[in-house]
């Protein structure tokens, strides 16, 4: 049987701003029908990354593999037609503008031709409708500005649309970082269903309890290097947010509060035993 190949490959990518080393040697396999967690902290090198991915940087050193093929991406458009869909944090949307105008931007159905070709908003608004109500909501009004819609299910739409137009590969920038308890359950709830659908998911986050989950391998990011990549069954929940946090710098809080604490202690019996003396000379005079 033959090994499995991924999706999307990075091979010792790098990435310098300057002498700014944004990112340092990284390697990663993202392959379909799979969610890769990539996790770090504020600064770890998590945006530059998928920018990288994305299109939007070109890396300085290693190269981007898709479907096996060394490949380059000129510009977020050339990623796109490849079929790798980022939707970022701040998802690109209108507000003011209906779901299916949000839906279709620039890439809105037509019928006609030369100067009688219109666009065809009522299959338009049927389909958006029909893929929303792919992952459990029901648009009743596809026509409604897409402000009026929850945070969870503004993300929805983008995924559905990135989904939609044909995305192998899916990046998703800290999709639940703004989102409550109930809109974060159903943007987790729609990712395990890109994976379903065979779709390479890459899910970027900080936030190991919303990762777990839906995640089939995690890779770490610190300071813009890797601290490896493991697969679901080969690691806890637990061992992932030590590794992430640094188990070397919490074990050092750890000691540091406690020696707070000790002088809290010391300081107030001093205090204490120094007011019960007063207390005694008082009573004495």
Same mark, same amino acid.
């Given at each position: 049987m033959s090994e499995r190949m991924p999706m999307i490959e990075m091979r010792n990518v790098s990435k310098h701003f300057g002498s700014v080393i944004a990112l340092s040697d990284i390697s990663m396999e993202v392959y379909s029908g799979e969610v890769m967690c990539l996790l770090g902290d504020n600064g770890a090198g998590?945006?530059?990354?998928?920018?990288?991915?994305?299109?939007?940087?070109?890396?300085?050193?290693?190269?981007?593999?898709?479907?096996?093929?060394?490949?380059?991406?000129?510009s977020p458009a050339y990623a796109l037609d490849a079929g790798i869909a980022t939707v970022f944090q701040d998802l690109a949307m209108i507000p003011l503008m209906s779901i299916t105008r949000n839906f279709f931007m620039g890439r809105e159905p037509t019928v006609g031709w030369?100067?009688?070709?219109?666009?065809?908003?009522?299959?338009?608004?049927?389909?958006?409708?029909?893929?929303?109500?792919?992952?459990?909501?029901d648009v009743r009004d596809p026509s409604q500005p897409v402000g009026t819609l929850s945070g969870g299910e503004r993300q929805c739409v983008a /995924? #559905?649309? =990135?989904?939609?137009? @044909?995305?192998?590969?899916?990046?998703?920038?800290?999709p639940t970082s703004a989102l409550g308890v109930k809109q974060a359950s159903v943007v987790?709830?729609? /990712? #395990?269903? =890109?994976?379903?659908? @065979?779709l390479a998911v890459i899910f970027i986050t900080h936030n190991v309890h919303h990762a777990f989950p839906v995640a089939d391998a995690f890779t770490?990011?610190?300071?813009?290097?890797?601290?490896?990549?493991?697969?679901?069954?080969?690691?806890?929940?637990?061992?992932?947010?030590?590794?992430?946090?640094?188990?070397?710098?919490?074990?050092?809080?750890?000691?540091?509060l406690a020696e707070f604490q000790r002088s809290d202690s010391e300081r107030k019996a001093d205090a204490d035993g120094s007011e019960a003396s007063g207390t005694r000379l008082a009573a004495g005079q």
């Open positions: 998590k945006s530059t990354l998928i920018k990288t991915l994305s299109g939007v940087h070109q890396p300085t050193h290693g190269e981007l593999l898709l479907g096996g093929e060394a490949t380059r991406f000129k030369g100067p009688m070709k219109r666009i065809d908003w009522k299959y338009a608004d049927r389909i958006a409708k029909q893929e929303m109500a792919k992952i459990g909501i /995924i #559905a649309r =990135a989904v939609y137009f @044909g995305a192998k590969v899916l990046i998703l920038d800290e987790l709830r729609y /990712i #395990a269903k =890109a994976r379903a659908d @065979g770490l990011l610190a300071r813009g290097g890797s601290l490896g990549t493991f697969r679901k069954e080969e690691t806890t929940r637990e061992e992932v947010l030590n590794m992430m946090a640094g188990g070397a710098e919490l074990e050092s809080l750890d000691a540091e």
